[in-house]
């Protein structure tokens, strides 16, 4: 298989959390109104959610150099990053991970809490750490000023990067390193870099700045970003390209556009894009993104996606829009192409999968005292692995009954040697009781975990 193009982020990594909610009525002990929380979304932010981005696209792989402490917040980002394939190359940092909290109600920001502190300076680099860069197809630096793109070595090793750099800028920040690609302001900041009065138009603004920024900072071009009036891409010539945005973003949440602007600029020089090209693309991905709403969720570690906590809190978000829940079960001792046929029909008829998983006390009631094979800690995690697992819960008794009672999923799907005269459905009764169904999908003939027991100790048999 052929190797994909590497695009490598450089930058700060925060964790991003979003609590949307209802307002109806002030604190009385305040003149603040009061949020009912609904629903809580977590995401890497900052560098963390242009990988994130990044990632979307199957035709690169993605990595990340960036700071995270060693903090339950880093953690919990770590493992977000990793779920979604992103290879993650982390400086020490010291203190806590730095996380932005968005309060929210009907898509207004009613405010924003941020923890973490001032930024402190990351450690000092592994070796090796930075030969990532030496490997990639393009760089991103998605720089929000808390150290990383200032320190020396990340610094040295992007002056020496003979790859395309896409170099997102801070207030805070250093400038960018001579000769990148394109540096990808926007108009707010341009003025702020420049000392410019801003007079006239933003047109005329960005065209100044923008040629400015690229004569102070030495870069190839400089593209200032202007919201809804898309982009302004200064380059060697007097005359600027406008890329206009797509009509009807004015009034959605750009939070996130940058990212999402600088990402597909760095994916299209890594294409081998022209960088006219790749602004006009970059445009078009932003102006797409604002109208779609919120910033994708990054998948949850499966770690996370396992025991009944896991699953209750899956069940009640997706019963919050409408959706709905589809359960399965079974000992699932060594998972094979059958398992995974069912469990991939059983994801298809709803929202979302849970897992009802017997534990080694129950697999040893059901097929005797050398079952299982696998415990149940990795019976769970290789279940909770799959794409089309979104949570797993493991119960002791004979039948998922008691699970079932308190889950109460929509749908309970079972394999397809219960269909043409096969056993009755144990917990079809059990279901109707909610309004629930139950369904039976097709069963690949020949695959069971019995056979494959009894395949391998023939095989040992006869050596």
Known sequence: ??????????????????????????????????????????????????????????????????????????????????????????????????????????????????????????????????????????????????????????????????????????????????????????????????????????????????????????????????????????????????????????????????????????LSLAGGALVSEAVQDAVAAATAYVLAGPAPEAKTPPQERIGAEAAGKLAAEVRERNGVVVATGGCFDLLHTGHLATLRAARGLGDCLIVCLNSDESVRGLKGPDRPLTAQADRARLLAALDCVDAVVIFDEPTPEAVLSWLRPDVWVKGGDYADGGPSLPEADLVKRWDGQTVIVPYLDGRSTTETIAAAQAAMAGR
């Not at 405010?111 to 197809?137: C, E, I, N, S, W």
């Not at 138009?201 to 100044?208: C, F, G, N, V």
């Open 1 to 266: 298989m052929a190797k994909k193009p590497l695009l490598v982020v450089v930058g700060d990594t925060l964790l991003d959390r979003d609590v949307d909610g209802e307002v109806h009525r002030i604190a009385p002990d305040a003149p603040a109104p009061v949020l009912d929380e609904k629903t809580v979304r977590e995401r890497p932010g900052g560098a963390g959610l242009a990988a994130l981005l990044a990632a979307g696209s199957d035709d690169y792989d993605v990595a990340l150099v960036t700071a995270i402490a060693s903090d339950a917040a880093g953690a919990q980002v770590s493992g977000m990053l990793t779920a979604s394939g992103i290879a993650t190359y982390a400086l020490p940092l010291p203190g806590s991970t730095p996380q932005k909290i968005r309060l929210r109600a009907r898509g207004q920001v009613l405010l924003r809490l941020d923890r973490g502190g001032p930024a402190q300076p990351p450690g000092d680099a592994p070796d090796g750490l930075l030969d990532v860069l030496g490997a990639a197809t393009a760089i991103l630096v998605s720089d929000y000023g808390r150290g990383v793109a200032k320190h020396p070595a990340v610094r040295a090793a992007l002056e020496k990067a003979s790859a395309p750099i896409v170099w997102d800028p801070h207030p805070n920040g250093p400038p960018p390193v001579p000769g990148v690609a394109l540096v990808t302001p926007n108009l707010a900041e341009a003025v702020a870099f420049t000392g410019d009065a801003a007079h006239g138009t933003a047109l005329s603004t960005a065209q100044r700045t923008g040629q400015r920024l690229r004569d102070q900072w030495r870069a190839r071009a400089v593209a200032v970003t202007c919201g809804a009036d898309g982009a302004i891409l200064s380059q060697a010539g007097p005359t600027p390209l406008v890329v206009p945005a797509t009509a009807g973003a004015g009034d959605a949440d750009t939070c996130g556009a940058g990212d999402r602007f600088a990402a597909t600029a760095a």
